[in-house]
């Protein structure tokens, strides 16, 4: 009697398909994310020597090798303040841009020039955490590292918005007493605002609230485990006039 194939029992055969499905999405994304970066990288290049500023790169990656919308502008130390700037602003322009911040750790709004962009600070979040959620050690406040490593791009987001008001607002699932969730959300926005602040950005202008599991993503059951998240608000969109001590100096 030949011999009849293994039968592959309904369950295991949807979990395998699921995980092609997800390995599939995975690796599109980052095709996706990928491209992005080298198209906005070769636009900047453009901008750049359109601006006069030759010799000055644009990286559209993050310290881990991670695409991102947020350039590093480098080299050009010989170039004068306004050429400098007109340089960040032809960048800056491109559509698809988001913050831009100069590999001497200055921001291109730090300079007390006109803004750069119209103030998309909330859509540039909301669209680095459609991507990426800032994670949690199970019922801690302690971020792991790639969460770390994302909150530098939302830093960057969020610096052509200081003078805002920003709210970080910490959510949890209906795992445990509400309570205790309250807090524990408390705790976990309070900690993005620490670390932001550790970042740079000013604390008199973030508010770290906590609303516990009351409200979970659209769709989603309160138990699922995607309620444990962090939410940006920027309130009011008034950028942050420097006074001549925040405005860096002659070089």
Do not use: Y
Request: with cysteine.
């Amino acid at each position: 009697m030949p011999l009849q194939p293994p039968k592959i029992r309904p369950a295991i055969a949807l979990l395998a398909g699921a995980l092609v499905t997800v390995a599939i999405g995975f690796a599109g994304a980052a095709t996706t994310a990928n491209d992005m970066a080298r198209d906005l990288s070769a636009a900047s290049q453009q901008a750049i020597s359109d601006a006069g500023g030759d010799g000055i790169s644009a990286d559209f990656a993050t310290d881990s090798g991670q695409p991102t919308r947020h350039p590093l502008l480098s080299g050009g130390e010989d170039f004068d303040e306004k050429t400098r700037a007109q340089v960040a602003r032809a960048v800056a322009a491109i559509p698809g841009v988001g913050g831009i911040r100069w590999s001497d750790g200055t921001m291109a709004a730090d300079r007390g020039e006109t803004p750069l962009t119209s103030m998309h600070c909330q859509d540039d979040v909301d669209a680095l955490l459609r991507a990426r959620t800032i994670r949690f050690e199970e019922s801690s406040s302690a971020m792991d590292a790639a969460s770390k490593e994302l909150l530098n791009e939302v830093e960057a987001a969020l610096r052509p918005c200081l003078g805002s008001i920003i709210a970080i607002v910490g959510h949890t699932d209906n795992s445990g007493p509400e309570p205790g969730n309250l807090a524990l959300s408390r705790e976990r926005a309070t900690a993005v605002r620490d670390a932001l602040v550790r970042r740079g950005i000013p604390r008199d202008g973030l508010r770290a609230i906590g609303v516990g599991s009351s409200k979970p993503v659209a769709g989603l059951d309160k138990a699922d485990p995607a309620n444990r998240r962090i939410e940006f608000s920027v309130i009011a969109k008034q950028p942050l006039v420097p006074t001549p001590i925040d405005t860096p100096g002659p070089r």
